[in-house]
Every structure is written in C-alpha cells, then in structure tokens.
C-alpha cells in the first residue's frame, strides 16, 4: 500500500544560507498556515500538493509540500512547528524570540 504523505529528515530540508531559524531554513518565511491543504502553489500553480512528515519531529505531517517546486507550507502555526522542531534537535529556541501571538496577526 502506498504511503499516504512522504516523510524527510529535517537535515535534509535545511539549508543554512536561506536563514538562520530553524524555519527560515527550511524556506518558510511567513507565519501562516494551512490547515486544509492549499488547491494550488501560489509559487508555480501546481495542483500537486502533498503532506510532508518530518521524521522524529511529529507523528502527523507538519507541512504542505509541492511536488513540482518543492515549496513548504506550515500546517499547524509557526510557534508550534518551531516548537516540535527545536524539541527533536534537542534545542529551545528563546521564547522572547517567538514574538506576540501571532495567529491573531495574520487572520
Ligand atoms: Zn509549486
């Protein structure tokens, strides 16, 4: 039976020149989220839209993912994911960093 989404270490998701956070370095810029997975890429217009686990982070998916241009999309919010993320590298990010609420912000 098929897999249902894909699965990738995080390592293999970071590159250090896009940012130093751990998300930015993935190539997630923004705080919003898609709880329902994006019809279409707002970079290249594909339909091709699928759910990325990250291994060891979670047991769920914890992002979208084209499959044409390999743009992410955060499933759940910014603050969780980097939470989820941080804690399977075994690190905190600093909680002063994460900023104001800010599902409130963007909706
Ligand atoms: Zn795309």
Known sequence: M???HRFMMLEDMMQED???D????IGIYGTKHFVKKPEHC???GSGKIEAL???G???RPLFWECRICDKLWLIYTKLYTEVRLN???GTYSNPNDWGPDIDKQFN
Request: glycine content about 4%; hydrophobic content about 30%; overall charge positive.
């Open 87 to 89: 804690k399977m590298r």
């Open 2 to 4: 098929a897999k249902k």
């Open 22 to 25: 751990i998300l930015s370095s």
């Open 18 to 20: 896009r940012g130093s």
């Open 42 to 44: 707002d970079e290249c």
């Open 53 to 55: 686990e990250v291994l």
């Open 57 to 59: 982070a979670s047991t």
